[in-house]
């Protein structure tokens, strides 16, 4: 059995709970140098009609079958493959990560004053054995002004952030409650997660 993961994403949030729980892992990366493009935007495009748990669910393991295929065709060495997703839920409305500014200070219109939901999947593929599970958190915003937003909006945090928000950076002064997984919020949940590593023969 290896003594490493491939993590198959470019979050430095999931490397650092990773390294938290002293799991040791290597990046496995899309659309490096000489290897065959990938549309990840494509894979994270919604299905009509498609409810935020399933979503998620699905694109969890859309990434994970692309990153399989990913060490296969690069021929690395053997080792499980970890990915994960995460999306923010209003109701049934999906709220991804922002297009630009003006996406961002709207989807944070949406979130303040209100409650919702962060659904953060995860999947481990190790040799022909996948696991799956699916963090649910609750977050409530506090009111927010307009210049409020605009000021968040103006650090960049939430750029590249699914609901437009970073609940490890200055989001945190408008975070009234939240009830779940604070690791599930940052993007890879680790009782989880460690749970998937124990199914695949690993001792945390």
Not at 181 to 202: C, D, H, K, V
Request: charged content about 15%; proline content about 6%.
């Amino acid at each position: 059995m290896s003594d490493f993961i491939y993590l198959a994403s470019q979050s430095p949030r999931r490397r650092q709970l990773l390294e938290q729980i002293a799991v040791r892992h290597e990046l496995l990366l899309p659309n490096v140098p000489g290897d065959v493009a990938e549309d990840a935007e494509a894979m994270e495009l919604a299905l009509p009609g498609e409810v935020p748990h399933d979503y998620v669910q699905r694109v969890t393991g859309l990434k994970l079958d692309a990153a399989v295929a990913r060490l296969a065709r690069r021929g690395l060495p053997p080792a499980p493959v970890l990915c994960s997703d995460t999306t923010v839920a209003l109701g049934t409305q999906i709220l991804g990560k922002p297009e630009d500014a003006q996406d961002a200070t709207r989807i944070l219109a949406l979130l303040a004053g209100q409650e919702h939901e962060v659904l953060t999947a995860v999947a481990l593929q190790s040799g022909a054995q996948r696991f799956a599970a699916l963090s649910v958190s609750l977050v409530r915003f506090a009111p927010m002004t307009p210049s409020q937003i605009a000021a968040y909006v103006a650090t960049g945090e939430p750029m590249g952030k699914a609901g437009a928000y970073g609940i490890q950076g200055a989001a945190a002064v408008h975070v009234a409650h939240l009830a779940g997984s604070y690791t599930g919020i940052m993007g890879l949940p680790l009782f989880e997660t460690a749970q998937l590593l124990r199914q695949a023969g690993w001792s945390l």
